[in-house]
Nanobody, 123 residues
Framework: VQLQASGGGLVQAGGSLRLSCAAS????????MGWFRQAPGKEREFVAA????????YYADSVKGRFTISRDRAKNTVYLQLNSLKPEDTAVYYC?????????????????WGQGTQVTVSS
C-alpha cells in the first residue's frame, strides 16, 4: 500500500484546509485510517482516525470540534478537513493505514504511512 498525502499549504490563523490521502497498490477499504502530525522538535502525535467503514471517528482533544476526518471507500481516499486553524497546528501531517477495523491513537498499530504534507498556520 502506498499513501500519498496532499492539500497542505500556508494559511492564516482561522483559515481552513482540506487534506487528502490517496491510497494505491491495493484497496484500503477494509483498513482503519488515521492522521498524525509532527511539529519541528516535537514527537509525532495523533490527530484523528476513522474506522474501516467510516462509522466511528476518533480525535485528539486539541483538534476536536475543529477537524473532521472522513473517507470515500470507493475512491480509496481519506480526508481531513481542518477548520479554525491555529499557529500551533503547524506541522507535517501524515496519513496512515491500519490493518484493523477501528483505528486509534497508537501510531504503532499502523502498518503503512504516507510521506506527509506540510501545514503552516501564520498568526
Amino acid at each position: 500500500v502506498q499513501l500519498q498525502a496532499s492539500g497542505g499549504g500556508l494559511v492564516q490563523a482561522g483559515g481552513s484546509l482540506r487534506l487528502s490521502c490517496a491510497a494505491s497498490g491495493r484497496s484500503v477499504s477494509s483498513y482503519a485510517m488515521g492522521w498524525f502530525r509532527q511539529a519541528p522538535g516535537k514527537e509525532r502525535e495523533f490527530v484523528a482516525a476513522i474506522s474501516w467503514i467510516g462509522s466511528t471517528t476518533y480525535y485528539a482533544d486539541s483538534v476536536k470540534g475543529r477537524f473532521t476526518i472522513s473517507r470515500d471507500r470507493a475512491k480509496n481516499t481519506v480526508y481531513l478537513q481542518l477548520n479554525s486553524l491555529k499557529p500551533e497546528d503547524t506541522a507535517v501531517y501524515y496519513c496512515a493505514a491500519y490493518r484493523g477495523t477501528s483505528g486509534g491513537a497508537d501510531s504503532s498499530w499502523y502498518d503503512y504511512w504516507g510521506q506527509g504534507t506540510q501545514v503552516t498556520v501564520s498568526s
